[in-house]
T-cell receptor, first 113, second 113 residues
Framework: GENVEQHPSTLSVQEGDSAVIKCTYS??????FPWYKQELGKGPQLIID?????GEKKDQRIAVTLNKTAKHFSLHITETQPEDSAVYFC????????????FGSGTRLLVRP | NAGVTQTPKFRVLKTGQSMTLLCAQD?????MYWYRQDPGMGLRLIHY???????AKGEVPDGYNVSRLKKQNFLLGLESAAPSQTSVYFC????????????FGPGTRLLVL
């Protein structure tokens, strides 16, 4: 089955700097890769996603890149702000009949003012 | 729309007791999922449902049962709680015909003594 590894487990950056979180997946059949943000005491919320037919996707300060050959994908946050502080999870799935997400172990991002 | 709601928010059980966690969604989503979240392990899929009256096992189904009698509700049952089931439980739903996005509830924190 699918296995997703996520690094680093914690990341501390200065406000305004960029943050990068990386994930690798094991199942080459996976074709959908979402990223979720979880704030304290809340459920995860989708912030960006990418399908396997696309190499990069951007949404304002957030971007995701996908390398299918190497089976890894990354989240890039530019011009970080204190409100970006949260736990971020990557996930992978095969868009078949169940859409079961396999999550990475999470990255705690701290943006220092 | 309330989105995905979960009850209760917090519960303390003694070993061997039983309980049911309720998940409700008002988005007319076909698919629903139950996850558990433990420190350093991300979210792991317990059971899921691809439609009313159907359920299937996820990564960590042992010790749990589920039912989907109505499209909008997905129940997670613990027949005989164990301390290893101390966790935060999240429900999610998606209407895959429109989008792959999984929408998460706010979570239920369960402590088994």
């Amino acid at each position: 089955g699918e296995n997703v590894e996520q690094h680093p487990s914690t990341l501390s950056v200065q406000e305004g700097d960029s943050a990068v979180i990386k994930c690798t997946y094991s199942d080459s059949a996976s074709n959908y890769f979402p990223w979720y943000k979880q704030e304290l005491g809340k459920g995860p919320q989708l912030i960006i996603d990418i399908r396997s037919n696309v190499g990069e996707k951007k949404d304002q300060r957030i971007a995701v890149t996908l390398n299918k050959t190497a089976k890894h994908f990354s989240l890039h946050i530019t011009e970080t702000q204190p409100e970006d502080s949260a736990v971020y999870f990557c996930a992978a799935t095969l868009m078949d009949s169940s859409y079961k997400l396999i999550f990475g172990s999470g990255t705690r991002l701290l943006v220092r003012p | 729309n309330a989105g995905v709601t979960q009850t209760p928010k917090f519960r303390v059980l003694k070993t061997g007791q039983s309980m049911t966690l309720l998940c409700a969604q008002d988005m007319n989503h076909e698919y629903m999922y139950w996850y558990r979240q433990d420190p350093g392990m991300g979210l792991r899929l317990i059971h899921y449902s691809v439609g009313e009256g159907t359920t299937a096992k996820g990564e960590v189904p042992d010790g749990y049962n589920v039912s989907r009698l109505k499209k909008q509700n997905f129940l997670l049952g613990l027949e005989s709680a164990a301390p290893s089931q101390t966790s935060v439980y999240f429900c999610a739903s998606t209407g895959v015909l429109k989008s792959e996005t999984q929408y998460f509830g706010p979570g239920t924190r369960l402590l088994v003594l």
